[in-house]
């Protein structure tokens, strides 16, 4: 992390979420095409998690769309065009998100739309990786050029993690961290400060690996690692 609140934006907690997001859509890929195919309790789980994690990404473009583009529009008019694009992908992507909850709102209650659920899975890869490695690679090179890091920092704590209760906090911290490398795991937990940052660590790891082995199970696609943008090629 920046030690001087006056340096460029270090944007790298962005990227490390958005490789948290690759993750878990390349972990349900495999666990709806790899047989044996999930049992009701491994298929209830899933589902859950699929729903949460729409929700995840939903308040992250919220943040994105509320806190941190309209400052950089303001101090930065020559970025624009890209904050246009920005805004063109949260909208194309939405409907995608809507689609798989209700895919895996259907799947929880019946095995029968596997396939349904993988279309939907399919659709919004199709279009959400695109916008993460165009975020990543274009957009906050621009960000650091243009925030200090204190007013990173600022924008972060304001719409990323004040308006969450500690308990969504928890479950969040752990599934960022999931197969995160070690320089990754310096980054994040300097986010949020020191006392909660103590209890986000100690206090929910363990429910965290419970739910993650009822989804996942123990096999390859537990071990998939935090997808970092250059570990993913998208259909051209």
């Known amino acids: ?25 390349e972990r349900t890929r ?16 899933l589902a ?23 400052l950089i529009r303001a101090k930065n008019p020559s970025a624009g065009a890209l904050l246009d694009q920005m805004d063109e992908d949260h909208r194309r992507i939405g409907p995608s998100m809507t689609a798989l909850e209700e895919a895996a709102r259907a799947y929880r209650e019946h095995d029968s739309v596997r396939e349904d659920l993988l279309g939907a899975l399919s659709a ?41 209760g500690l308990r969504e906090l928890g479950a969040e911290a752990h599934w960022v961290l999931d197969g995160l490398p070690p320089d990754g795991r310096e980054v994040m937990p300097a986010v949020v400060p020191a006392l909660p940052r103590f209890v986000l660590l100690h206090g929910f790891g363990q429910g965290y690996r419970r739910a993650a082995v009822r989804r996942w199970g123990t096999g390859a696609a537990a071990r998939v690692p935090s997808l970092h943008v250059s570990m993913v090629r998208e259909a051209s």
């Open 1 to 25: 992390m920046a030690t001087n609140r006056h340096e460029p934006a270090d944007t790298r907690s962005m990227g490390i979420v958005h490789s948290a997001l690759r993750r878990d859509l």
């Open 30 to 45: 495999m666990v709806l095409t790899d047989q044996p195919y999930p049992d009701p309790t491994q298929r209830r789980a």
């Open 48 to 70: 859950s998690h699929l729903t949460w994690m729409m929700h995840f990404l939903h308040l992250h473009h919220t943040g994105e769309d509320v806190g941190l583009w309209p």
């Open 124 to 164: 919004l890869s199709d279009v959400l990786l695109p916008h993460l490695r165009r975020e990543e690679l274009e957009m906050m090179p621009v960000v650091a050029a243009t925030l200090t890091d204190a007013e990173y920092r600022a924008v972060e704590h304001e719409h990323f993690v004040a308006p969450k």
